[in-house]
C-alpha cells in the first residue's frame, strides 16, 4: 500500500471518465441479482453514462435543469447521477420513503423537468406529483412502469433510451466542460421550520470532500484496491459524497448492500475494505456479536470480557505489562474470529449522519476494529471533519477538520465553517441563505469546541432538528405543528434524537375531551384519563390520521399523554407560546424513554 495523492479535478465527471479509462474491463459497479453478485465493469458503466447523457440531451433537457432521481441503492443510481451531470443538469435526489406530498414539494421547489424513477413501487407515490406538477415534462422507468394518461408527460424505458444513442465516451469526456463553482446537486434537507430546504451543492464542495477522505485515507493507511459496501441511501448527502463520489475518486469497486437483514451475510461476502456507516448499524452489530457470544459457553464469554477490559485500557492510555500476554492470546483467538465476521480486510469504518455513543465506539475499537466518526452536514457537502489516527482517535470527538477546511468557534459557542466544501445556499431561498452563511462561514447551529490536539468536541446543538439513529433529519415542528391541526390534540413534542424512531408527548384537546367525556360517560379529569384505554385510542386515531400524511422517518411511533397542558405558568412554555424542550424532557423524559422499551 502507498501513499498517493488524488487529482485535482475540474468536476465530478471529468473525475469519473478519468477513473473509467484507467479502470478498463476491471469491475466497478456490483449488485446481486438472482442469488449471485454481478458486477459491471468501468467501461461499460462509462458507455452507459455517455448514451445516457446524449437521451437526456436528445429529449430536450438543457444545461441547468433539474432532473429529480427516486430509487433504491442500485449501479443504476450511480450511473443516472452521474449521467444528469454529464448532460450539463442537476440531480435532484429524493428519499424512496417520501410521500406524494413530500414529490409534490420536492418537483414544484426545484422545478424539475424530468425524474428517473427505479420501479413501478416507486412509481406509485410519486406520479401523481409529477402528473400536478407544473414542470416535470419526462418521466423514465429504470424498468418498466405503467404510463398514466397524460399528453403532458412523456414516459421513457430505461434501457430503450440508453440504447437510442450510440456510446461516445470520449465526446462526452470532452464535453464535461463544468467549473467546481457550477451547481452538481440540490439535495434536500429538513429545516426546523417545517418543508425540506434544496442545499446546493457544486461540483468543487463534493470534490473537497472527495480530496479530503482521500487524504486521511492516503496518510494514515495507504490507499490501494478499495472496495466499498454501499448501505445507507444514496439520496443522502453522506452516502452520496462518501459512498459514491469517494469511491470513484479512488478507483474503488462500490458493492450494493441486500439491505439490513443481509447486511452482516453481505458485509463476510463482500469484505470490505471501507464503510460509510451510521451508529444505529454499529449498535445493531454490537448487539448481534454480544448475542452470538452468549450462546457460545463460558470461555468465549470470558474472552470477551477480558477483550473489552484490556481494549478500554488500550483506548484510555496504554494496556498494562500484565495484560499483554492475555492480549496476545485475544489477537489469536477471539479477535480474528470477530474481524472475519466483517470481511477480514477492513480499514475502517466510518461513522457519521449523527452522533456515535463512545461506549460502542470503544467496544468495536477493543475488538481490534477501527471506528473513525466524523462529522458534517448537508450544507457542507457534508463532511467537515473526522477522526484519524494520525490526530489520535478519541471516540468523544469527531476529529480535526478536513484538509483544506477552517473551522472556528463563534462567541455563543457555535461551530462554524468555512472553505470550499459550503453551499452554495439554498435553492430559492436567499433569506434562509443569509442567515446561514454570514461572511462566507457556514453556521452549522451546533455548539463545541476544539479540543488541545485540534479535534473537534460537539457539546449542544443549536437547532430543534431531530436526528434519527440512521442520520435522517426530522423537523420536529412540522410534525408538531400537524399533529396539533388535529381536534383532539391541542400541543404536542416529539423526540427522537439518536433512536430509531419518533415517538410524541401529547396534549389532548380540553373542549374535545370534555365532549368525549359526556358521550362516553366519563369523568372528565385528565390524570384518570391518562390510564384510560378507551380514550387512548381516540387518541391514537387521530396520531394515525397524521402519520398517514407523513414520510416514513417522521411518523409518530408512540406517544404518551402529557398530565396538564403546557403553560407559561408551569414553565413548560415561554412567554412567546413557544414549548421549553428541555423542561418537558426532564418532567416526561423518563416516560418516554419507556416508549423505546416495550
Known amino acids: ?319 498494562p505489562p500484565w495484560d499483554q500476554p492475555m492480549n496476545l492470546i485475544l489477537g489469536q483467538t477471539l479477535k480474528p474470529k470477530i474481524g472475519k465476521r466483517f470481511g477480514g480486510r477492513i480499514k475502517a469504518m466510518v461513522s457519521g449522519g449523527a452522533p456515535l455513543n463512545p461506549e460502542v465506539g470503544i467496544f468495536f475499537h477493543s475488538l481490534g476494529l477501527t471506528v473513525l466518526q466524523g462529522y458534517g452536514q448537508t450544507e457542507s457537502a457534508p463532511v467537515i471533519s473526522c477522526n484519524r489516527p494520525r490526530a489520535g482517535i478519541k471516540m468523544d470527538t469527531v476529529g480535526p477538520p478536513m484538509k483544506n477546511t477552517e473551522v472556528r468557534i463563534a462567541e455563543d459557542g457555535e461551530i462554524l465553517v468555512r472553505g470550499e466544501l459550503v453551499m452554495k445556499g439554498y435553492w430559492r431561498n436567499q433569506a434562509q441563505t443569509d442567515r446561514t452563511i454570514i461572511d462566507g462561514w457556514l453556521h452549522t447551529g451546533d455548539v463545541g469546541h476544539i479540543d488541545e490536539a485540534g479535534r473537534i468536541v460537539i457539546t449542544d446543538r443549536k437547532k430543534d432538528l431531530i436526528i434519527l439513529d440512521k442520520g435522517d433529519n426530522v423537523a420536529p415542528q412540522r410534525v408538531e405543528g400537524m399533529l396539533t391541526l388535529q381536534p383532539e390534540i391541542v400541543q404536542a413534542m416529539v423526540v427522537g434524537d439518536r433512536r430509531p424512531y419518533v415517538v410524541g408527548l401529547i396534549v389532548p384537546d380540553p373542549e374535545w375531551t370534555a365532549d368525549w367525556c359526556r358521550k362516553n360517560g366519563r369523568h372528565f379529569d385528565f390524570a384518570a384519563l391518562g390510564t384510560d384505554p378507551d380514550y387512548h385510542r381516540a387518541i391514537s386515531a387521530a396520531v394515525d390520521r397524521v402519520n398517514r400524511d407523513l414520510s416514513v422517518i417522521e411518523k409518530v411511533r408512540r406517544f404518551i399523554l402529557a398530565d396538564a397542558p403546557f403553560t407559561v405558568e408551569n414553565e413548560q412554555m415561554t412567554p412567546s407560546i413557544k414549548i421549553r424542550r428541555h423542561v418537558l424532557k426532564q418532567v416526561y423524559g423518563e416516560r418516554l424513554d419507556a416508549l423505546y422499551k416495550r
Open 1 to 319: 500500500m502507498t501513499a498517493r495523492q488524488l487529482e485535482h479535478f475540474p468536476n465530478l465527471v471529468t473525475m469519473f471518465f478519468r477513473r473509467a479509462g484507467q479502470g478498463g474491463e476491471r469491475p466497478f459497479l456490483w449488485a446481486k441479482r438472482e442469488g449471485q453478485w454481478q458486477s459491471i465493469s468501468w467501461r461499460e458503466a462509462a458507455e452507459t453514462v455517455a448514451s445516457l447523457a446524449a437521451a437526456l440531451k436528445r429529449i430536450g433537457l438543457a444545461p441547468g435543469d433539474r432532473v429529480m432521481l427516486v430509487s433504491e441503492n442500485r449501479p443504476e443510481w450511480c450511473m443516472a447521477d452521474v449521467a444528469i451531470m454529464a448532460a450539463g443538469c442537476i440531480t435532484v435526489p429524493a428519499y424512496i420513503t417520501n410521500t406524494t406530498r413530500d414529490h409534490e414539494h420536492i418537483l414544484d421547489d426545484s422545478g424539475a423537468r424530468a425524474v428517473i424513477v427505479s420501479n413501478q413501487k416507486l412509481a406509485t407515490p410519486l406520479l401523481p406529483a409529477a402528473l400536478r406538477s407544473n414542470s416535470c415534462e419526462h418521466v423514465i422507468g429504470m424498468s418498466p412502469i405503467r404510463a398514466a394518461q397524460s399528453g403532458a408527460i412523456s414516459f421513457h424505458d430505461w434501457q430503450a433510451l440508453i440504447a437510442s444513442e450510440k456510446p461516445d465516451v470520449a465526446a462526452c469526456a470532452v464535453g464535461a466542460t463544468f467549473a467546481r463553482e457550477d451547481m452538481a446537486c440540490i439535495i434536500y434537507t429538513s429545516g426546523t421550520g417545517g418543508a425540506p430546504r434544496g442545499v446546493m451543492q457544486h461540483h468543487g464542495a463534493i470534490l473537497h470532500n472527495v480530496e479530503g477522505c482521500t487524504d486521511i485515507i492516503s496518510t494514515d493507511y495507504g490507499w490501494d484496491e478499495e472496495v466499498f459496501l454501499s448501505f445507507l441511501p444514496a439520496s443522502h448527502a453522506y452516502e452520496h459524497s462518501g459512498g459514491q463520489y469517494f469511491p470513484i475518486g479512488l478507483g474503488a469497486q462500490i458493492y450494493y448492500s441486500e439491505g439490513l437483514e443481509k447486511l452482516a451475510s453481505n458485509i463476510e461476502e463482500v469484505r470490505p475494505t471501507l464503510m460509510v456507516v451510521v451508529p444505529r448499524l454499529f449498535e445493531v452489530l454490537r448487539q448481534r456479536i454480544l448475542k452470538g457470544v452468549e450462546k457460545q459457553g463460558k470461555l468465549t464469554k470470558y474472552l470477551m470480557h477480558r477483550a473489552l477490559s484490556i481494549g478500554a485500557k488500550g483506548y484510555a492510555g496504554s494496556i
